[in-house]
């Protein structure tokens, strides 16, 4: 028998017994490089609102359980999330209103863009929720919410919805009747808010003591300063000061990201796209595309990205790219080409690395005292 032959026989009776030739076409089994199988997307808040509101008319909470539109990212298939691990949502709670509680393997975030004074009950202790607070909701963790106030409430809800199915460890449970919460259960010291004032006043210390990053800006991590790293174990959250004509640095990482401009506009250019932005649009960047912020006014930006789990996996990277990203129709920043006094990567914004370095919630220096540390 020939060797083409017998490897021929090899392959086709390793195939009947289910088994699968390493070396060939290894790529397949290790590829080398991320390949997402999301893509670039964007979701225009004025659009997301609109049909909010719509199902606030004709869809009632009762039973609806959560109002919420799932960004769906379209080239993922139904079902699937924002980005191929994370869920960004958006939730209405008209006033009065009561969502049910319930809980679930997935960790869970709210970043409050509309309207102050609605509650989500966390193992039965109410957390009231104001306009641009971070509020987390950890894996298992019962929760409902209340809007007891006269004004709608809208709010991004992020989840790792896809973290748990890659691990098929989603549990989901509605409480039994007799459910009693111990009281231990919420007054452990865990922050569980992150008021946008004292992220805020954080990126202003940065802005005051630190060159902006050229490619973040002045940004912030949200960091739980009882253990010094991320609030939830897969998500990390940042928020960015972008100064005025600010034009980003091209840049990229293997976490898929998400962003949502809280105020402000400007533009995202990624892969010779140009997506124009104002607050609470939603964009999603997947994995290793190079990408680029530009605002054309001073701009907040909230983000958050699956960096968390991926540190923790160690294998997440970035890259800081020499080279400009082709800027195909960037009218709307013409002339502002501004990042004055960004020279270099200031510690500070614990940015500065090399793919493969990794800047984890460890080393970052604190800047703040709402919890969050400068990254
Ligand atoms: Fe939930």
Same mark, same amino acid.
């Given at each position: 028998?020939?060797?083409? %032959? ?29 390949? =997402? ?26 039973? +609806? ?6 960004? /769906? ?8 999330? /924002?980005?191929? /691990? ?10 009065? #209103? ?5 809980? &679930? ?23 009231? !929720? ?9 894996? @298992? ?6 809007? =007891? ?10 989840? *790792? ?43 202003? &210390? ?9 490619? &973040? ?57 140009? !997506? ?11 994995? @290793? ?6 605002? *054309?006014? #001073? ?14 996996? #160690?294998?997440?990277? #970035?890259?800081?790219?020499?080279? *400009? ?5 960037? %009218?709307?920043?013409?002339?502002? $080409? ?12 614990? $940015?500065?690395?090399? +793919? ?20």
């Amino acid at each position: 028998m020939s060797e083409s %032959s017998a490897l021929d026989t090899l392959y086709r009776e390793a195939a009947a017994a289910h088994l699968q030739p390493l070396w060939v076409e290894t790529h397949r089994f290790v590829p080398r490089q991320p390949a =997402p199988p999301n893509v670039l997307a964007q979701w225009k808040a004025s659009a997301v609102k609109d049909l909010l509101e719509v199902a606030g008319e004709h869809m009632p909470v009762e039973h +609806a359980d959560r109002r919420v539109f799932v960004c /769906t990212n379209p080239n993922l298939p139904p079902f699937s999330g /924002t980005t191929q /691990t994370l869920y960004a949502c958006v939730q209405l709670l008209l006033p009065g #209103e009561k969502a049910p509680p319930h809980r &679930h393997t997935q960790s869970a975030f709210r970043l409050i863009l509309e309207g102050s004074g609605a509650q989500t009950i966390l193992n039965g202790a109410p957390v009231t !929720m104001n306009q641009g607070d971070f509020v987390i909701t950890p894996a @298992w963790t019962w929760h409902g919410h209340a809007n =007891p106030g006269n004004q709608s409430v809208l709010w991004l809800d992020g989840l *790792d919805n896809a973290v748990m199915r890659l691990f098929d460890a989603t549990f989901f449970e509605l409480p039994p009747p007799d459910l009693h919460h111990d009281a231990p259960e919420r007054s452990s010291a865990r922050q569980w808010v992150y008021p946008l004032a004292s992220m805020r006043s954080a990126l202003e &210390h940065l802005r005051a003591t630190t060159p902006a990053d050229p490619v &973040h800006g002045w940004r912030v991590r949200y960091i739980d300063p009882q253990t010094g790293r991320d609030p939830l174990p897969t998500m990390a959250a940042f928020i960015s000061l972008l100064p005025s004509g600010f034009r980003g640095a091209p840049y990229r990482s293997t976490d898929s990201t998400v962003y949502v401009p809280l105020e402000g506009q400007g533009e995202l250019i990624c892969g010779g796209e140009r !997506m124009p932005w104002g607050p609470h649009d939603i964009l999603a960047v997947p994995t @290793w595309q190079a990408h680029q912020l530009n605002c *054309d006014s #001073e701009s907040l930006v909230f983000s958050f990205s699956d960096r968390a789990a991926q540190e923790r996996l #160690e294998c997440w990277r #970035e890259e800081r790219l020499a080279d *400009d990203i082709k800027r195909a129709g960037t %009218s709307g920043t013409s002339g502002t $080409t501004g990042t004055t006094g960004t020279t270099g990567v200031s510690d500070a914004t614990g $940015t500065a690395g090399t +793919a493969g370095n990794a800047d984890n919630a460890d080393n970052a220096d604190n800047a703040g005292s709402a919890g969050g540390s400068a990254v």
